[in-house]
């Protein structure tokens, strides 16, 4: 039995946490590590300085179970961000694949099993995720049960995604970035892809890592679904929506702090491919013409035959306006 276990490659499950002790989603994130059907794997609970029982929580779990759980915490106890301490579980992680699970979130049994299978199916691939379900129905209100749905994928399913497309289609709006609860990476394209941003506190921090993991690596997307993704108050993109820091498929100041890092970070890695660059001015063309942004946003609220009569109520007017004769400059 224990060479059986020791032939299986070792999975690091890094749960980062910050005051997590909340209507007890922490220790039902970490039972679903326990209840994988998959069994060679480590926890490392990587503490980012909160001030809450759940310190404690996770230290008791290390003491139950030393062999498998790990604590983690940054030099004096400091709260450094999120991107900071998925890179502090990911340093000291000793497993071939990492597998990132939030303190609120939780994955089902067989989700380590078959994504470890699909990755030693595919050694090409650096990464594996499938689609998250947007977790309403943990309430277990009727009503919230109706709103559970699946992340779009933007790609065909049960494939090998060759590097950059993701990173394309991420830019273009195309697709969404897995969400981090639905991913097993190899270690090695952590480390290639240089580990989480940590100017990235909160907002875009996983956005800003599988940005890069997808540039340097092909990826595949598998048809099922794993994981769990809470939807609450209290969580990070809730209070980021609430304080008017971040608004899906709007302008805000947190997609445009990550717009300005990928033209850093593909300026810095000498990156030439042209439709990825087209993809980024595209992407920022909303924030460098905010006024004739906005005057299209009624446009952009129609509906789709109603866009379709505007512009070809615009036709002629364009037309006309085209077929003015340029002025030509008069020689002195």
């Known amino acids: 039995m224990v060479e059986q276990i020791n032939s299986k490659p070792l999975v690091s499950c890094i ?118 379900l947007m977790w309403f129905s943990w309430t277990g209100n009727p009503e919230d049960a109706k709103r559970d749905r699946g992340r779009h994928l933007g790609v065909k399913v049960d494939t090998l995604v060759n590097h950059p497309t993701l990173s394309k289609l991420f830019l273009k709006g195309k697709a969404l970035t897995p969400a981090s609860c639905s991913v097993l990476m190899r270690k090695e394209l952590v480390k290639n892809a240089g580990g989480f941003e940590e100017s990235f506190r909160g907002m875009f921090e996983d956005q800003a890592f599988f940005f890069k993991a997808c540039l340097k690596s092909p990826v595949f997307i598998e048809s099922r679904c794993w994981d769990r993704y809470r939807q609450h108050s209290n969580s990070s993109c809730h209070i980021a929506d609430t304080l008017g820091q971040f608004r899906f498929g709007k302008i805000n100041p947190a997609h445009f702090t990550f717009l300005t890092w990928v033209e850093q970070y593909l300026s810095q890695q000498a990156i030439r491919d042209a439709e990825i660059w087209r993809a980024l001015n ?3 063309w909303p924030y460098k013409h905010k006024k004739l942004f906005n005057l299209l946003e009624p446009y952009r609220q129609m509906s789709h035959s109603a866009r379709k009569w505007a512009k070809q109520l615009l036709k002629p007017i364009v037309r006309q306006i085209l077929s003015v004769p340029k002025l030509t400059r008069l020689k002195p």
């Open 15 to 132: 749960i980062i946490f910050f005051n997590a002790k909340k209507e007890n989603f922490f220790e039902e994130a970490i039972e679903s590590v326990f209840a994988q059907t998959y069994d060679n794997w480590e926890l490392l609970l990587a503490d980012d300085g909160s001030s809450d029982e759940s310190t404690a929580i996770a230290l008791r779990y290390v003491q139950q179970y030393p062999d498998k759980v790990r604590y983690l915490e940054h030099e004096g106890h400091q709260n450094r961000g999120m991107s900071a301490t998925r890179n502090l579980g990911i340093c000291d992680a000793k497993g071939e694949y990492i597998a990132l699970l939030d303190a609120d979130d939780i994955w089902l049994p067989q989700k380590l099993e078959k994504q470890v299978a699909i990755l030693e199916a595919h050694p090409e691939a650096g990464m594996v995720y499938g689609s998250t």
């Open 282 to 284: 595209e992407a920022l």
